[in-house]
């Protein structure tokens, strides 16, 4: 059984900052490309941003300059440092995880439930 779980959401003031955090726990073998999503209300879900296995990281231009996605391989886990924080980065921020159960076999896609990021004074 594999889980993927998000963390880190809250209330902060515009302009702030937020370090979210998404775990890949269960019986993993290796974890490839991991990806942050963020859903506003009425809105469809977007990429915000992309890593791979060896760290290298793709933005939406959106966030480009502000966000920081970075990843831990020994503890599967991926952040996403979050700065300069505007209202319209409210969402619930999920992650999605490219994994394997057993070498050389199938690639799996998992995703975590989310966390609500609020940005307001």
């Known amino acids: 059984q594999v889980q993927v779980v998000e963390s880190g959401g809250g209330l902060v003031q515009p302009g702030g900052s937020l370090r979210l955090s998404c775990a890949a726990s269960?019986?993993?073998?290796?974890?490839?490309?991991m990806g942050w999503y963020r859903q506003a209300p009425g809105k469809q879900r977007e990429l915000v941003g992309t890593?791979?296995?060896?760290?290298?990281?793709y933005y939406a231009d959106a966030v480009k300059g502000r966000f920081t996605i970075s990843r831990d391989n020994a503890q599967n886990t991926m952040y996403l440092q979050m700065q300069g924080l505007k209202p319209e980065d409210t969402a619930v921020y999920s992650c999605?995880?490219?994994?394997?159960?057993?070498?050389?076999?199938?690639?799996?896609?998992?995703w975590g439930p989310g966390t609500q990021v609020t940005v307001s004074s």
């Open positions: 999605n995880a490219d994994v394997q159960l057993r070498f050389n076999g199938p690639h799996y896609n998992y």
């Open positions: 269960g019986t993993i073998v290796s974890v490839w490309n």
């Open positions: 890593i791979t296995s060896s760290a290298s990281t």
